[in-house]
Each structure stands twice: as structure tokens, then as C-alpha cells.
């Protein structure tokens, strides 16, 4: 069994909890039901991936998880902070010190270096990375004067998971990093989101609906009709470079 998913096991400390949590959008007299009363734990430094066929409820699950959006009904912890509860401002801190997002798409400034998209974030931050060490631990040091037009699809996105983790966040939360990426591409990208998982020990999500991407979990929780149809802890855990895609 993987160690990490042993010790996760044994002894978890909980960083998310959410209970009977539902959303539920209304889009004139439909009602679309994203989350149907969905409980559960993310632990600390775990990688976790969630997987699931779009429409399943997974980016809803993850954006109330990041303070991104609120649910209809239900609870939603962060260590032992409500954040169902929470004012505007209390959730603009908490994205602000304890969140870093990675999406689909890269968001970087044009005009900026790879070097000053991420000292953005680290302006605004209480206990920030060195930018160029954020940059450092997706490889990226050789390629920090650049800017994004000048770098390959799969350098803007570890740029902006450079820029994501420069804050020191606790929780990093990844919505399709690779969806707009080759295969190739996107093993380097996941690649730098293992390694910093491993030696940030941030607790990590990826959202995928790719089956193969779950080998790099810890833990994989399903996804379908806004409902967790199974959690499995991967006793067979291995490295994004040992995949077979």
C-alpha cells in the first residue's frame, strides 16, 4: 500500500468536511440539480482526484469548496471554519491566504513575465513563496523573463500553477489542468502538481474525467448526477511519469 495513503487512513486530520451539501441552479422552470446532499473529507496533504463525466457535479463541488460559489443547502467546513456562513470578505480572505486554483485555461497577464504574473500574488499574500522558487518548482526558472506568448501551452500552465502555489496555500484545487493539453504536455503539467503536493505537502484536488490521471491519487472520489458514487484509496499509487496514457 502506498504510505501516504496508509497514514491517511490511520490517522487523518481533516481539512475539508461538507455535509448534506446541495446546489441547485434555476434556469427558468428548470431546476438543475448539481450536488444532491454530497458528505465528505479531504485530508491533509493528500492528492486526491475527482473523477466523473462532464455534468457530474465535480468543478460545482470544487468552486464551493474553494469559497468560488455557495451551496443551496447543506454545510461546508475548511479546518473548523464554516464557510456556509461566511460574509464576502471573510471568503476573499480565506481564497486570498489559504486557496491556490489552477484551471483549464492559463489566465496570465500578455504583458507580463512569466516572473511578474507570479509576483502578482505574492503582493497580496501574508506568507508568499519567492516568486522565482514558485517558479523553480515547476522548472520554469530558465524561462522566467519570457512572456506568455513567447512560451508553449504547457509552460503557461505551470506558470500558472507557479503563480497558484507562490501564495504558500494550503489547499490547491485544479479544475481540468490538462484539458487543453496533449498527453505529453499534460504529464509535465501534473508532473509539477505531484511535486509540489510532495514537498509543499498542500492538500490537493484535480478534477479529470480522464480515468488514467487517477493513478497519481491518493485517494479517487467519483462523481455522477451531483452524487459521490464511491471513494477508493489507490493502494496502488504510482508516478504521472510511470502512466500510460
Known sequence: MNENAQDIRQSPVTVFRTLGLTKTYEMGDVKVHALRRVDSELYSGELVVLLGASGSGKSTYMNILGGLDRPTTGEVYYEEHDLTNATESELTEYRREHVGFVFQFYN?????????????????????????DALGLVNLTQ?????????????????????????????????????????ETGSLVLSAIEQINRELNTTTAVITHNIAISRMADRIIHLADGVITDVEVNTNKVHVKDIKW
Open 143 to 183: 524561462r522566467m523573463d519570457h512572456f506568455p506568448s513567447e512560451l508553449s501551452g504547457g509552460e503557461q500552465q505551470r506558470v500558472a500553477i507557479a503563480r497558484a502555489i507562490a501564495k504558500n496555500p494550503t489547499v490547491l484545487l485544479c479544475d481540468e489542468p490538462t484539458g487543453a493539453l496533449d498527453s
Open 108 to 132: 496570465l497577464i500578455p504583458s507580463l513575465t512569466a516572473l511578474e504574473n507570479v509576483s502578482i500574488v505574492t503582493e497580496i499574500s501574508e506568507d508568499p513563496l519567492d516568486p522565482k
